[in-house]
């Protein structure tokens, strides 16, 4: 069952502009995880963001997590036409420790040029 | 090769026959997960092998899925008599992570798009 909550569903923007996805979660985490996907095929990982940890940078992509909401965001800035995919954020949950991640339905990007 | 493999990238067929889905992990992970991802969803878990031994399949939904790693390296997931709610994209992970790590980043094939008509 899926366990992460995207929001928003879909999101539309223009070259430039930030973009901020957020995902929330039930459960207690080791880690989270943001994917991107491209055209319903393979999933690209992006960022891992630990339970004891509040904020990580990469590039262009800012994570935060918030484990007393169960919450995470990404935030894409200064978008390009090429971040257009779909993104999904992937929780380890401690129960499940190692093995499974527990993905959400994902955000639809979309950059305007 | 570089990443994971899956073949076929499609597979389009009947009901009630047999498939067959191949994923080569990278190699010297010992971690390797099965997904499956339909059409405005997120993926969902099917199986995890730590090595040759399946560590967790409680995603498997009925007993017509079943996945095999025998030398720990591939892995074949295999669908008896084939049913139109099967198709969806099968994907394919691998982590060198084994189960207890904090960090279990998985890369992910490119996936088999299964069809049933």
């Known amino acids: 069952s899926q366990q992460g909550e995207e929001d928003p569903q879909a999101l539309s923007i223009q070259e430039g502009e930030n973009a901020t996805m957020n995902c929330s979660y039930k459960?207690?985490?080791?880690?989270l995880q943001w994917y991107r996907q491209n055209s319903g095929r393979g999933l690209v990982h992006l960022i891992l963001i630990r339970s004891n940890e509040r904020e990580k940078h990469s590039g262009r992509l800012r994570v935060t997590l918030d484990t007393s909401k169960k919450s995470s965001s990404l935030l894409i800035t200064a978008s390009r036409a090429a971040d257009t995919a779909s993104y999904f954020c992937?929780?380890?949950?401690?129960?499940?420790?190692?093995?499974?991640?527990?993905f959400g339905e994902g955000t639809q990007l979309t950059v305007n040029p | 090769g570089a990443g994971v493999s899956q073949t076929p990238s499609n597979k389009v067929t009947e009901k009630g026959k047999y498939v067959e889905l191949r994923c080569d992990p990278i190699s010297g992970h010992t971690a390797l997960y099965w997904y499956r991802q339909s059409l405005g969803q997120g993926p969902e878990f099917l199986i995890y092998?730590?090595?040759?031994?399946?560590?967790?399949d409680s995603g498997l939904p009925n007993d017509r899925f079943f996945a095999v790693r025998p030398e720990g390296s591939v892995s074949t997931l295999k669908i008896q008599r084939t049913e139109r709610g099967d198709s969806a994209v099968y994907l394919c992970a691998s982590s060198y992570a084994s189960s207890g790590r904090v960090d279990n980043e998985q890369f992910f094939g490119p996936g088999t798009r299964l069809t049933v008509l």
């Open positions: 092998f730590q090595g040759t031994g399946a560590a967790d």
């Open positions: 992937a929780t380890d949950r401690e129960e499940t420790s190692g093995s499974r991640l527990t």
């Open positions: 459960t207690s985490i080791n880690n």
